[in-house]
């Protein structure tokens, strides 16, 4: 059975402090995919990225950077320089790459940028 | 391109009552998720619909029943209503299953009381 953790409920940061979220997965599939959404107060969730489970290589858009690290089953988000539009619920998900391509997400954490 | 819509945003139901929410796919998408997202909870997959055939259901009793039409809209029905369906109700559309990455609506707010 798939699993995401997100440890961390709740951060709070000062403008401008660069912040990372941590994400931890669980799967016994050999193929899967990892993703990140944003969830504003607005209610929808807004894609900020996709990772597949062959493709280890860190990216970086913007302010906005991902660590994929499969030995440690960690997909952690970092947001560099924070701002008060970054303030949001964010999600970690999964999808195996079998059946009906579901996410499986983590219970969020709910992200708090101070000015 | 027009993104996924939902309606009506926010509904207030009494237990034991029927509701049905409705989701229109973004442009070009084929396949409808619904989920159901508690209060501080992360989102739980009730259904998937691919070319009007259900492609797949969560842990969800079978009062929640799902359509979706040739234009690839989609309805999600709750039946007998009990206070823990209370939540936000998420769609989310995708091209030919969801690796690639789903569009979400931006929900409807059911409260029952």
């Known amino acids: 059975a798939q699993k995401v953790t997100q440890a961390q409920t709740e951060i709070s940061v000062v403008e401008k402090e660069d912040v990372t979220l941590d994400c931890v997965y669980e799967?016994?599939?050999?193929?899967?995919?990892l993703f990140w959404y944003k969830q504003p107060p607005s209610g929808e969730l807004v894609f900020l990225i996709r990772?597949?489970?062959?493709?280890?290589q860190n990216e970086i858009s913007g302010r906005y950077s991902w660590n994929f690290q499969k030995s440690t089953s960690s997909f952690n988000f970092t947001i560099t320089a924070s701002q008060v539009v970054d303030s949001a619920v964010y999600f970690c998900?999964?999808?195996?790459?079998?059946?009906?391509?579901?996410?499986?997400f983590g219970t969020g954490t709910r992200l708090t940028i101070i000015p | 391109e027009t993104g996924v819509t939902q309606s009506p945003t926010h509904l207030i139901k009494t237990r034991g009552q029927q509701v049905t929410l409705r989701c229109s796919s973004q442009s070009g998408h084929n396949t409808v998720s619904w989920y159901q997202q508690a209060l501080g909870q992360g989102p739980q997959f009730i259904f998937q619909y691919y070319r009007e055939e259900e492609n797949g259901r969560g842990n969800f009793p079978p009062r929640f029943s799902g359509l979706q039409f040739p234009n690839y809209s989609s309805e999600l029905n709750v039946n007998a209503l009990e206070l823990d369906d209370s939540a936000l109700y998420l769609c989310?559309?995708?091209?030919?299953?969801?690796?690639?990455?789903?569009?979400f609506g931006s929900g409807t707010r059911l409260t029952v009381v």
């Open positions: 990772r597949n489970s062959f493709d280890e």
């Open positions: 799967t016994r599939d050999t193929t899967y995919y």
């Open positions: 998900a999964q999808i195996s790459n079998f059946g009906n391509e579901k996410l499986t």
């Open positions: 989310a559309s995708s091209l030919t299953g969801g690796h690639y990455g789903y569009t």
